[in-house]
């Protein structure tokens, strides 16, 4: 199965900063790649899909980036609404697979 | 507006069974991927199940053989079978649907229901 290892495990950054999380892959999935944000308390939220595209409702500090193996989520400007754990998934290959997920803490 | 919601967690012993049911509202089940995907108490989200439009099913290999994944189109309800439950399936269950028809990435997810495997 395809391994996402997400880094770093948790991330400290104040409002205003440039938050920049990573997701690698065991072998390439292409563009076949999303992130969720899950807020404490609630259901996982679908942010970006296709590696790039934001899915509806998400602002643009929001982004993605990346194909084959190495993908970065970037909130551009962190607000304290952006706490929670960041979760990649692949679905290029079966079995469907998450990486860890990056604790975000805003100080 | 899509709606998802599940039902039918509870506490179970080892090697019993329980089904869960989602009943989603605004769209109908058949014409898109729905699924599973769990969360163990403080851990990660681990994929369950899949059933196409086209009512083929995949399954991850730690629950394969165990639970069964199926859809009433007059219900328009998404049903887990679960059986043979180990402490290990204990987790918050979410049910989820593609996020456009056709799509398969998890563009809606319901509130989660609680399964605990404990004697």
């Known amino acids: 199965e395809i391994v996402l290892t997400q880094s770093p495990a948790t991330l400290s950054l104040s409002p205003g900063e440039r938050a920049t999380l990573s997701c690698r892959a065991s072998?390439?999935?292409?563009?076949?790649l999303a992130w969720y944000r899950q807020k404490p308390g609630q259901a996982p939220r679908l942010l970006i899909y296709?590696?790039?595209n934001r899915a509806t409702g998400i602002p643009a500090r929001v982004s993605g980036s990346g194909s084959g193996t190495d993908f970065t989520l970037t909130i551009s400007s962190l607000e304290p609404e952006d706490v929670a754990v960041y979760y990649c998934?692949?679905?290029?290959?079966?079995?469907?697979?998450f990486g860890q997920g990056t604790r975000l803490e805003i100080k | 507006e899509v709606q998802l919601v599940e039902t039918g967690g509870d506490l179970i012993q080892p090697g019993g069974s329980l089904r869960l049911s989602c009943a989603a509202s605004g769209f109908t089940v058949s014409s898109h991927y729905m699924g599973w995907v769990r969360q163990a108490p403080g851990k990660g989200l681990e994929w369950v199940s899949i059933i196409y439009p086209g009512n083929s099913t995949n399954y991850a290999d730690s629950v394969k053989g165990r639970f069964s994944i199926s859809r009433d189109n007059s219900k328009n309800t998404l049903s887990l079978q679960m059986n043979s439950l180990r402490p290990e399936d204990t987790a918050v269950y979410y049910c989820?649907?593609?996020?456009?028809?056709?799509?398969?990435?998890?563009?809606?997810w319901g509130q989660g229901t609680l399964v605990t495997v404990s004697s």
């Open positions: 989820v649907r593609g996020r456009l028809s056709g799509e398969l990435w998890f563009g809606y």
């Open positions: 072998q390439g999935v292409s563009s076949y």
């Open positions: 998934h692949q679905r290029s290959e079966w079995p469907l697979t």
């Open positions: 296709g590696a790039s």
